[in-house]
């Protein structure tokens, strides 16, 4: 199911993001088009709330076949949706914080390195 962002009867949904590098596309990709790489946080949490809220900004996620490119990845080289956790933080049921970090993914790494 496809969520959209529907300012009179959606639900709210906050999503912060900053900016860390913009690539710019090889020449067999779309004409002046470019990649941005960026750290995103959702502060509430919708369903595909990054997904959704990137397309609606005109920058859905690489690999992204529902909400971007239907047919092809801008970006052939990245063999799935360009989306990592790196960062999470819960509370236990008691209450302590409890943390994880996973690092880059070697595809996602090797996609980057190609740009």
Known sequence: CRTEV???????ARTEYTVLSRYS???????GAEVTLL???PVTGRTHQI???????????VGDRT????????LPRCP??????????VRSLSGAALRARAPLPGELVSALESL
């Open 6 to 12: 529907d300012p009179i009867l959606g639900r709210e």
């Open 25 to 31: 596309l090889p020449r067999s990709a779309a004409t």
């Open 39 to 41: 750290l995103v946080s």
């Open 51 to 61: 997904r959704v809220h990137m397309a609606s900004l005109g920058r859905p996620l």
């Open 67 to 74: 909400y971007g490119a239907r047919d092809s990845s801008v």
């Open 80 to 89: 799935r949706l360009a989306l990592h956790c790196a960062h999470l933080a």
